[in-house]
């Protein structure tokens, strides 16, 4: 299960997309910091989601930019 579906992060404002991307880049570097200390993830699957949602965010970003910066 996806933690957020495209259909929902393209109705983002690009403000949104861009706090959203921060917030779970940070998720994404904790989490990896406490697997890399040896500590017990609570759900060893939420890094691989964390990853696909960031890859989504970023695709929907992309899509928005107009064709002159792309």
């Known amino acids: 299960m996806p933690i957020v579906r495209m259909k929902d992060i393209r109705k983002w404002t690009p403000e949104e997309l861009e ?11 904790e ?4 697997q890399a200390s040896g500590g017990a993830i609570e759900n060893p699957g939420r890094i691989k989601e964390i990853r696909k949602t960031i890859a989504r965010i970023l695709t929907v970003t ?7 910066e792309k």
């Not at 706090?19 to 570097?29: A, M, P, T």
């Not at 989490?31 to 406490?34: D, E, F, G, I, Y």
């Open 31 to 34: 989490q990896r910091a406490l």
């Open 62 to 68: 992309n899509e928005k930019r107009p064709e002159k």
């Open 19 to 29: 706090k959203k991307l921060e917030g779970y880049r940070s998720e994404l570097l």
